[in-house]
């Protein structure tokens, strides 16, 4: 895929470990753009978006947020959620301006306790850039691990 000028800078930047230890991309080859699409295609086959998924996460973090750094029940019994507090601050590899607390939420679901993880930052990486990082960065979000576990839809 040839991409613009603009696009470029931002694959490189997101390439980068200036903003985030290892930087958004992980081990991922594919262009920015071919990671958004492919995401939000393995969504949409969920019946689900970025927006419904983000929004999802802002509700568990808050939820979390209670916890002040213990388990809390959240659907229910269905999920467990913690918040944890982090000194720093992150900003948005697009330019946005703002910054994101480093705060850190999981969200552990069923008897295997499987897990997601996420910081605030992922929340507006995919509410407003549907960006669900690279495979193999660290805060990377796999859309179908986050359909199962926080709509509880398994992949058709
Ligand atoms: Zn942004």
Redesign the pocket.
């Known amino acids: 895929m040839k991409m613009s000028p603009q696009d470029k800078k931002l694959d490189h930047m997101l390439r980068s470990s200036t903003l985030v230890a290892g930087g958004f991309m992980g081990r991922d080859r594919r262009s920015v753009r071919e990671i958004i699409e492919a995401d939000a295609a393995a969504l949409a086959a969920c019946g689900l978006n970025a927006a419904m998924v983000a929004r999802r996460m802002r509700e568990l973090t808050d939820i979390g947020r209670r916890g002040l750094g213990t388990w809390v029940d959240a659907d229910g019994e269905r999920l467990q959620v913690m918040s944890e507090d982090y000194k720093g601050m992150l900003v948005?590899p697009?330019g946005?301006a703002g910054h994101y607390h480093k705060r850190s939420t999981v969200v552990k679901a069923g008897a295997d306790e499987r897990m997601l993880t996420w910081s605030d930052l992922n929340i507006?990486l995919i509410e407003?850039?549907g960006f669900f990082e690279g495979r193999g960065s660290a805060f990377r979000i796999e859309p179908a691990q986050a359909a199962e576990i926080l709509f509880g839809k398994t992949t058709p």
């Open positions: 948005c697009w946005h507006h407003a850039h």
